[in-house]
């Protein structure tokens, strides 16, 4: 059975600090690693072979913006392990319009039993006549 994808679909100025948080060699790979499957700072620091305490401010910028957590889990004492949340990244580079109405529109949809539904939308309110 296959795995759904998690994807985060960010607008351009929604993105900023997730591109400040994989603007760094180390925390690209420390995501990298952790796409493979959970880690501790201390199997990512042996993988990746950088110091402890500066893989753990990686994770800790990382689990700052939300695109990894950590939790602690029971084994030999209680350790910190992290895990991926997405597993692909979407930036939205052109900005969306908004539309808004500002005369009445006529819709009609034709029902399944061929009766047709007559719906007027303005921007305060909505109506349906039958």
């Not at 790979?29 to 042996?46: H, Y």
Request: charged share 35%; glycine share 4%; proline share 2%.
């Amino acid at each position: 059975m296959e795995e759904e994808m998690r994807t985060l679909h960010l607008t351009f100025e929604e993105a900023t600090e997730i591109c400040k948080a994989l603007g760094n060699d180390q925390r690209m790979k420390i995501a990298r690693v952790l796409s493979e499957g959970p880690k501790n700072v201390n199997d990512l620091a042996e993988i990746l072979d950088t110091p402890f305490s500066t893989t753990s401010l990686n994770v800790k910028k990382l689990e700052d913006s939300g695109l990894i957590t950590t939790e602690m889990v029971p084994g030999r004492g209680s350790q910190k392990v992290s895990y991926k949340r997405y597993d692909r990244i979407i930036i939205d580079l052109v900005e969306e319009k908004e539309f808004i109405y500002d005369e009445i529109v006529d819709c009609y949809i034709k029902l399944d039993n061929n009766e047709k539904s007559e719906y007027w939308l303005d921007q305060k309110m909505r109506y349906l006549v039958e």
